[in-house]
């Protein structure tokens, strides 16, 4: 299986849509991923295998230094062969490009190991208050 990375790659919404479905297990969406991407996302990075999208990483931001992890998601079939982890890595080296000097994320207890062990990423203290 050869995958390629992309940062900034250009998205089908409908095959995102599907990929995002199959990831979080929820029903295909219509969602405008370009539009919705050039407005708020600093990058994103697609994995692709020949021309099928088999993984994407959004990244929004402050507009600043902060850089935040969104919508990680590789298709079932490529999971535990480090799609993941390569995605994030492509998004660490796309926010630092960018001048940004933070890269944050938020998960899930069952991705720990894979944000923390796979991708490198550090315990910190935060907070959240649920809207």
Do not use: K
């Not at 929820?26 to 990058?43: F, I, Y």
């Not at 999208?53 to 959004?58: A, D, K, P, Q, Y």
């Not at 507009?63 to 492509?90: K, M």
């Amino acid at each position: 299986m050869t995958i390629t990375y992309e940062w900034r790659g250009d998205v089908d919404s409908s095959a995102l849509n599907e990929l995002h479905a199959e990831g979080f297990d929820h029903p295909v969406g219509q969602t405008d991923w370009r539009a919705r991407l050039q407005r708020h996302s600093l990058g994103w990075v697609c994995a692709w295998e020949d021309d099928r999208l088999v993984g994407f990483v959004n990244v929004a931001w402050d507009g600043g230094v902060h850089a935040f992890v969104l919508d990680t998601v590789v298709a079932q079939r490529c999971r535990s062969n480090g799609v993941g982890s390569a995605l994030i890595r492509a998004a660490a080296e796309g926010c630092r490009a960018a001048g940004c000097e933070w890269l944050h994320v938020d998960f899930e207890e069952h991705l720990r190991t894979f944000y923390f062990d796979a991708c490198g990423f550090r315990e910190t203290a935060a907070g959240l208050i649920a809207l």
